[in-house]
């Protein structure tokens, strides 16, 4: 595995593999990696020559209250796991490389941010796109790998692929969960002793809410307030959203076709956890799980 620091450098590696005939398949993250990166980089690894991942904490998707400072970081570990991962490029830039002067055109996203993390997280899919943007053009990857944990931000970044025609396919890679169905998360760590065992009522409850649906036998706004109502009781956080809105236009369901995603955020003492289900709804409101 080449470990590449210069942007410079990066170029002429990529330039490499793109002379010869190979596919690029790319795993952008923040490093501290768990089993979630890793199974992106084993998609990336089956249908591509050439994997590459990039370790960047981004400071543009962080608001001024949120965890920058704090966010874990290894790197040492990380170095290896990619390794181990089969991952054959590691680009880990430097944030003055990445963000020299102040940008003089700037990216704002306008859709699917008005819900869910979006609502309160502000300026944070700005954030995400931009640095997207900045690494598609240096990676030029053909398919770039994202956790459906992450829905929204994969709702925006395919949102940005098709508006600005950038040649990447993005994969949409299923939520890596513990035996307990908590899904994978580098935050996971701030979560207290009694927090983790409660957390994960997250994944039980919106699997509860597949099951409501498919039975046919509740609308989708009744099994938001059961979702809400399990969520409250079984959790000392703070509930701060269930929602279900169509994937990933992330509208209001209207009818009950297509793929609808329900998704929740609970807010513990240091620890924002989210999670959500994707189903599929036919003609007459019967629902498949397209992602546990
Ligand atoms: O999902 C993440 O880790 C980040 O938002 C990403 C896609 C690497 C952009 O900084």
């Known amino acids: 595995m080449k470990i590449i620091t210069s942007m410079n450098i990066l170029r002429q590696e990529i330039q490499k593999h793109k002379d010869s005939v190979g596919s690029i398949g ?32 981004n400071p543009l998707q962080f608001g001024p209250d949120e965890d920058f400072d704090r966010y874990p970081r290894d790197i040492d570990r990380d170095r290896e796991l990619a390794e181990n991962a089969g991952v054959d490029i590691l680009f880990i830039p430097d944030a003055k490389e990445m963000y020299p002067d102040e940008l003089s055109v700037t990216m704002t996203v306008h859709k699917r941010i008005d819900v869910l993390c979006g609502k309160k997280r502000e300026g944070h899919f ?30 925006v970044v395919e949102g940005m692929v098709e508006d600005y025609f950038f040649p990447v396919e993005i994969v949409r890679v299923p939520t890596v969960r513990e035996e307990d169905g908590l899904a994978k998360s580098s935050r996971n760590v701030y979560l207290s002793e009694s927090e983790r ?22 609308s989708v706004d009744a099994v938001v307030i059961k979702v809400r109502d399990i969520l409250q009781n079984e959790t000392s956080g703070k509930v701060e959203y269930v929602e279900a809105y169509s994937f990933p236009q992330l509208s209001p369901v209207d009818d009950l076709t297509g793929e609808v995603i329900i998704a929740v955020a609970v807010q513990f003492e240091k620890a924002r956890l989210i999670d959500n289900i994707i189903i599929l709804l036919n003609e007459e409101g019967k629902s498949a799980c397209l992602e546990q």
């Open 26 to 57: 790319f795993v952008p993250t923040m490093g501290f990696l768990h089993e979630g990166h890793l199974t992106l980089a084993d998609e990336a690894r089956k249908q591509n020559e050439v994997v590459v991942m990039s370790i960047f904490v």
């Open 126 to 155: 700005d954030g995400v796109v931009t640095i997207l943007a900045k690494l598609f053009h240096l990676v030029q990857p053909s398919r770039a790998y994202f956790g459906l944990k992450d829905a929204q931000q994969i709702a």
């Open 197 to 218: 065992k409660e957390a994960p009522v997250l994944y039980k409850s919106l699997k509860e809410a597949a099951q409501m649906i498919e039975s046919g036998k509740m």
